[in-house]
């Protein structure tokens, strides 16, 4: 019971420390706020995590295994059809449940924090690392199948998740710009162009009409 309670705490003071962040910033953020957020005395955090540097890690620590857990369940999910697999992805990255500003802030707060501190920059690239094998593996599978020879894997999965970086901090920089739909169709669009037999198909299935101006161009 004790332990049921004592990691109901640490989500509760995770949370808050999420939305504290993704408020107020990286540097204004402190116990004090955290605590408050929480519905908590400032103690009880101290309590738990010692430090703000601790409470930060273990958020981000946090949040990266979160992250991937659902990515990964996204792809289990496919039962390996690879196609269906880098779609998932897509759905996942830009969907609500990964891609909202609150989450997505207190993420590129940490990216900006890991320049100078190597606990954070380590998470980043082990998470970075998963997720581009992942990616590229699949890049490969499909261009394998579908018999795509002069396909550069490795630059087309870079590609893809370049285009999901910069959405992210389209929602953070300008969030009334941002269209989920839109940014969606247009990494299926990119994809389409490498892997036309596999992803205009998609995009005809949901009815885009970007598949057309990849048709134009296939013709």
């Known amino acids: 019971m004790r332990s049921n309670i004592k990691h109901l705490r640490r989500e509760q003071l995770i949370e808050a420390t999420i939305s504290c962040i ?4 990286f540097a204004r953020t402190t116990l004090a706020h955290v605590a408050k957020e929480a519905g908590l005395s400032q103690g009880i955090v101290s309590f738990y995590f010692k430090s703000k540097e601790g409470l930060l890690l273990e958020t981000f620590a946090h949040l990266a295994a979160e992250y991937e ?3 990964k369940d996204a792809v289990k999910r496919t039962d390996a059809d ?18 909202n500003r609150r989450k997505v802030s207190v993420w ?4 900006a924090e890991s320049l100078g501190r190597p606990k954070y920059r380590k998470l980043c690239q ?3 690392a998963a997720y581009k094998d992942q990616t590229r593996e699949m890049c490969r599978q499909i261009a394998d199948n579908g018999g795509y020879e002069n396909v550069h894997v490795d630059n087309v999965s870079q590609g893809l998740n370049a285009m999901i970086d910069g959405y992210w901090v389209n929602l953070v920089i300008d969030p009334k710009s941002f269209n ?3 940014a969606k169709e247009s990494c299926r669009n990119y994809l389409a162009g490498v892997f036309p037999a596999e992803f205009t198909a998609l995009l005809k299935d949901s009815g885009s009409v970007e598949a057309q101006s990849v048709e134009m161009r296939r013709a």
């Open 22 to 25: 993704s408020r107020k910033g």
């Open 69 to 71: 857990a659902v990515w």
């Open 82 to 99: 690879p196609v269906a697999a880098l779609d998932a992805i897509i759905e996942i990255d830009l969907g609500p449940e990964v891609c």
């Open 108 to 111: 590129t707060a940490f990216w």
């Open 126 to 128: 082990e998470l970075v």
């Open 180 to 182: 989920r739909a839109h």
